[in-house]
């Protein structure tokens, strides 16, 4: 296995260089005629276009074109205007070479075959560092887990991005934990990314533009976590003609409709998701047969161009997850309770109002609310209860914004933004012995000021300098309990408990955070960047288990539990190469965190009032270097990146109990040393794509054994207990993968009059089926003689079928 | 339910769902093979009758031939807050016993050892008042046939009914034993070790105890959402479907400390660990054991001190609708010598002691 994933890895990166062959000086010609190919009569003013040397001509009046090139191969591309562009390779040799293209009209627009939505010239050009854009034609190319196009996914491709394993929430950015990742999908934040506990991600491929992940030089417009921000933006919906688009795949099917109710002035965009995979149950072991994993999602977007000055657009999102397990399927594992039903969903809203007072000066006006709830519920009378927890974000915000100054553009803005939490409450049912909890909603509020101006200095340099200011006031209702000095924070060590009134100010904080970002070009094609940002973060994700539950608790900071405060310098080289064919970078940053949270041994975080009982802050560092290098055009494109990224925590208590490690530093949950990313495309014609992805990284930490001793207790006599000690010292096997995809579209020219267009996706997902350890436990079992075992996640291959269509 | 058993259900739920959905678990080349220095301590004093057993060991490495060497010829005592102090008697293999002691419910014990060299000392722990047990009762309960896909009875499930204190900071386990006359006492085996026939015991007072084992069968609770109320349908022993009699158990009800609550709950919760998504970080599992002399070493187990409870109850099973009875091994065959008699032997599986209970 080890072998054919190096052979793989050879084939990826050998495709990716293949047109770099040397060639010989001496300079030939290329003579060629572009023909129409209906009427046979020459074409002229078409493009013919040489990728590899980015240079073009225009044939004349009887379509004859002449190209002077050193002998080689090369990718041309022949476009015009309404006819279907033409790739063609062609191998030039010592003296005079002649080629005929013949073009036929297309009736669609064929999109790029291109990995980016930015200009390659960007990646050296823009002040910007540690920021990656993926527009969502490149994120449909990944192949796909059970056909599931997965944004979340697709950003384990880019450098500096990881994930505990297999199937959970969220990402690790830049040594960040999950809740350091401010998502905004058009302005308002999600709470949870995810469908199914973590299998696919809450965005519907049919609604999204594009997506963007800033993890160094983080612009100041954007503030309240630690370590990045992703920032999804949905499609303007067409406001010329109806259109649809949809997909009927394994686990879930999408429709989405567009188009102007007032031409021109207002249009709307409706798409909806939804899983239709209880068969797959159906499928499966007798226990599972019962259990019901459901979820649909409905994304609606409003524009309505006011005036010629004026827009308004409103984003309505709306996702709901529902997951029932049967009686049959918790007997295996001795859970009291007939079912149980776990749901959870997100509310959220957008109202943008946008007035350009004159070219390139823009006034926008933005209003947000959120909801995220999650409950679980457990119907048995004697037991019954219900579970719920939520969180609700009310966010307004106003900014300028000034890009007509040749060596000024500026922003300014202010934002506040309202939380308002529902730690837990526990309901009992009517006849249900529970007693009911309630525990204290937590409010509080945060408004920033932030202002940024990109100033151009010179020709070669230019800096986005930012500065945002932040405060956080946590409000009562409150009870806030206090504790003896001389004993670890816990129950017992309670000494009186301080009550604090509605809108009282219970604790404040507040700082500057400085953004910088600068580049300095050294000439067209290579420039270094620098960037350095501080980021402060009022509102944690508070959970103890490997992968977060959706049901985990949000909490803002209080007297206890202070802000999280992150500060990353970041040094980058940027160059392409071969006429922007080939972009590179390299970029080290050093992140130094303030008030890293980590738990207690064994802490209990559902239900407990006094989560500082539960909780340890302390310091936190990352440091890294993320190496890329893409190739935009050809028939094969792609790219790969390999990541070297440590973090590390140290928890320092001032008793024994609050120390983690015994206070030396200790890598965190989701430290993964390396990682190499690889992902190509190869589009031999318009018909077909195929697309490979191959992912390496090291493994994640974990808390192993020192040893074991043997209990005498009658009940679990001889049961072996494992001594553990030190925390997360050991290391889970390493985590590689290859997925493939084909793609085949429908010929453009095949039924040019009809305007439904199908194609059908193939994927392989974890193509050699490899067993990847998501976690390594220890357990002596009398019937095995293994100590140690491994468990996989997607331990198999998984294969899907999805059939596209558009209209 | 209370908070444990609700996430309990949380976690291992989820969890195993998860797994069952897409994952798989299989053995994984990864032994541990050095020894960590400390040695183990396990016991527990109670208001029920003595004597109590300490057993030291040494902790062994997590492999399959590691081994818990015998600490012998230590110094163990015991001492209470009124100042009394009793040694306990070195038995052999580890294991240390008290000769008059009997715990009183209120007073305050300490374990202390010399071993070594080195000094250890248990923190000191309070033998709880114990709520009494109102009721038991039992209620069949119906599964699907996995093979015929028939509804059929499955079992009884044995519920209690008791009383939660007014203050808070309540912990209890609960656990069960049921006893069935003995009709054999050994065996006489073929060359493989297979036995051919019963031997009968030599006195007609024998009992083969049967347990819950297993991590599932740490039963612990905690008053946190439950406090001052009744504990109503506790679950504390599932009877399996078996001969058409009356099956006697016997209930235990303990009242423990706080410290003896997330010791029992880490164990149980090291031992389900199935490494899935949503479990904690396997930790260290916190004992009440402290090196005197030196406070950095780590010691392991827990000495307790808790306050008993204990009931009969028979599950009357002589009308159900179903039996699987086993026919046990086979009598001895008839004429020629009459075979020998075996021992009542006293095990963790056998005693010659009347329960308590028993009618």
Redesign the interface.
Known sequence: MHCFYRITLLLLLGCLSFSTVAQPAQSVALLGTITNAATGKPMANVHVFVMETRKGVQTDRDGFFLLTLKPGTYNLKVSFLGFTSLFREVVLRQGENRVNFELEEDTRLLEEVTVTTGKPEENVQKVEIGASRLNIRSIQRIPAFMGEVDVMRSLLMLPGVTTV?E??SGVNVRGGSVDQNLVLMDDAPLFNTSHL??FFSVFNQDAVRDVTLSRGGISSQYGGRASSVLDVRLKYPNSEKFTGSGGIGLVASRLALEGPLVKGKLSTLLAVRASFNDFLFKL?????RG?K?NFYDITNKWYWKISERDELTLTGYYSDDN?K?AS??????????SA?L?GYSTRSGTLRWQHTIRDEETLEAVGVLSNYSAS?S?PDS??A?D?RSGILYTNARVQYTNRSGERHKYLAGASAISYGIQPNT?TPGPHS???P?DLEREHAVEAALYVEDEWKLSEQVSVVAGLRYSHFLRLGNASVYRYSPDLPRSE?AVTEIEQYAAGEVVKSYGGFEPRLALRWTLNPATSVKMGYNRMIQYLHLIS????A?P?ARWATSSQYLRPQVADQVSVGLFRNLNNDTYETSAEIYYKKLQNAVDYK????I??NPALETAVLQGRGRAYGLEMMTKKNTGFWTGWVSYTYARTFLQIEGEFPEERVNRGRWYPA?YDRPHTLNAMAIYRPSVTTTFSFNFTFSSGRPG???????????????G?N?????D?NL?RI?NYHRLDFSVTFDEHPDKHPDRRWKGSWVFSLYNVYAR?N????????RPY?????????????IFPSLTYNFKF | MTAAGFKKLLYKSVGWCLVLMAGCITPYDGDVKEVPPGIVVQGFISNEEGPYTVRLTTAANYTYAGLNYAIENATVYITDNEGNRENLVHKGLGEYQTQTLRGQTGRTYQLHIEANGKRYQSRPETIRPVSKIDRVYDESYRIIDPNTRQDILGGWKVYIDTKDPAESGNYYRWSWKHYKQAVFCGSVNDRNGNPLYGLFCCNANCWDIVRCMGPNCINVANDALINGKNITRQEVAEVPVGCLDRYYIEIEQQALSRDAYVFWNTVKRMLQNTGGMFDVTPSAIPGNMTNVTNPDEDVFGYFGAIGVERVGYYVDRTGADRSECDMGMPYPPTGGIPPPCAPCAESLYRTAKRPGFWE
Request: proline share 5%; charged share 10%; hydrophobic share 40%.
């Open positions: 394993g199937g959970t506990f973590g499966g072991p007798d226990n599972l259990t994993a997951f397990l049959d399927s918790l007997s295996t594992v001795e859970v009291n309770a149980s776990y679980i457990v004697a037991n209860l579970l526990l012995n529970v007693l909890v017992d103890n288990t490997t992968s539950l049901t041994d064994g802490a209990d559902i239900l949950n808390t192993f054994p020192k040893g074991r001793y043997v209990l005498y207790e009658p009940t679990i006599f049961a207990v494992p001594i553990y000690t925390r050991g096997p067993k350890a998501f976690s390594v436990f220890y357990n002596i095995s003689l293994a100590t140690a075992y491994k468990l996989s996640i997607f331990g198999t």
